[in-house]
């Protein structure tokens, strides 16, 4: 398939991504392949910025609603799932489009995942049992002490790629770091990455407009109905666990809503500092007028 191509479009939250998307596979008429993990939840719509209907309708996309937030779901199954897809849809077009802001699971498509050792299962249960009684806090202060690298890029507000980086860790003595960056694995399709950027404060602008706008489409009444199964894994994330604080009388609302557009602000720091570092990713500032495509 070396004459097949897919587009990974990638970049902070709220830059722009589904719309260039979109507009990209409407030009080439082709599908979109989303790598944002938090959008494969059918119960989280509003707080993880899923495409909306309309968006859904315009152009065919794959991987959003497809689980339910009860289903293990691993980066790993990801990688089988979506490279069968793409392998499917390659025999109607040529070009495909991928987008999403989750670096780990843009690159086990394009690269492949990077191989670790295997370590005491114990270890996890042990951190899952620290989780449950205290907290992620004390899990990222010890990631930080024990890989700095790591936490810079991970989302850390994310328990299971927190506790994944501690386990190999503490069962290796190493830190996760040291096993990234293997050898890449070959694909059969020729990748294209494009990032979309801008300058910090319109990032942070786009982000506090974005966070105002899902209170105003209901993130709260969203939040209310996910509370009880708030101890799950997939809700442990920002949008969500800022308003089960509220919920639980920890936070006003608009203590709440602070909290939510600062640790979107960190986690689009985080996506960036990933991005950054990937030396084949063709930059645009978010606000390029595609004239071709009619995009804007």
């Given at each position: 398939m070396k004459n097949k191509n897919l587009v990974a479009i990638v970049g902070p939250t709220a830059i722009g991504k589904t719309s260039l998307s979109i507009a990209l596979a409407r030009a080439f008429h082709t599908e979109i392949i989303s790598a944002d993990s938090r959008q494969f939840y059918?119960?989280?719509?509003?707080?993880?910025?899923?495409?909306?209907?309309?968006?859904?309708?315009?152009?065919?996309?794959?991987?959003?609603?497809?689980?339910?937030?009860?289903?293990e779901y691993s980066v790993g199954d990801y990688e089988r799932d979506a490279l069968q897809k793409i392998e499917d849809l390659f025999q109607?077009?040529?070009?495909?489009?991928?987008?999403?802001?989750?670096?780990l699971y843009v690159k086990s498509l394009l690269e492949g995942l990077d191989n670790f050792p295997e370590v005491d299962p114990l270890i996890r249960k042990q951190l899952n049992q620290q989780l449950n009684e205290q907290g992620l806090s004390p899990l990222k202060e010890k990631l930080n002490q024990l890989d700095p690298f790591y936490f810079s890029r991970v989302d850390i507000e994310n328990p299971h790629r927190v506790i994944r980086a501690l386990e190999i860790c503490l069962g290796t003595g190493k830190p996760y770091s040291s096993f990234l960056e293997g050898a890449k694995q070959t694909r059969d399709f020729n990748a294209i990455k494009i990032g979309?950027?801008?300058?910090?404060?319109?990032?942070?602008?786009?982000?506090?407009?974005?966070?105002?706008?899902?209170?105003?489409?209901?993130?709260?009444?969203?939040?209310?109905?996910?509370?009880?199964?708030?101890?799950?894994?997939?809700?442990?994330?920002?949008?969500?666990?800022?308003?089960?604080?509220?919920?639980?009388?920890?936070?006003s609302?608009?203590?709440?809503?602070?909290e939510i557009k600062k640790n979107t602000r960190r986690f689009a720091k985080r996506q960036l500092t990933w991005f950054r570092k990937e030396k084949d990713i063709t930059w645009f500032e978010y606000s390029t007028k595609w004239k071709k495509l009619k995009i804007t």
């Open positions: 059918k119960e989280m719509n509003i707080g993880t910025a899923a495409p909306t209907a309309e968006e859904l309708q315009a152009a065919p996309h794959h991987f959003i609603h497809n689980i339910s937030i009860q289903d109607k077009s040529p070009i495909l489009i991928l987008v999403g802001g989750s670096g979309l950027t801008a300058p910090r404060e319109i990032i942070y602008d786009r982000i506090n407009m974005r966070v105002d706008l899902m209170m105003e489409q209901g993130l709260l009444e969203e939040a209310e109905h996910l509370y009880p199964l708030k101890e799950l894994n997939a809700l442990n994330t920002v949008g969500y666990k800022e308003l089960f604080k509220y919920i639980e009388g920890d936070y609302l608009e203590e709440a809503i602070a």
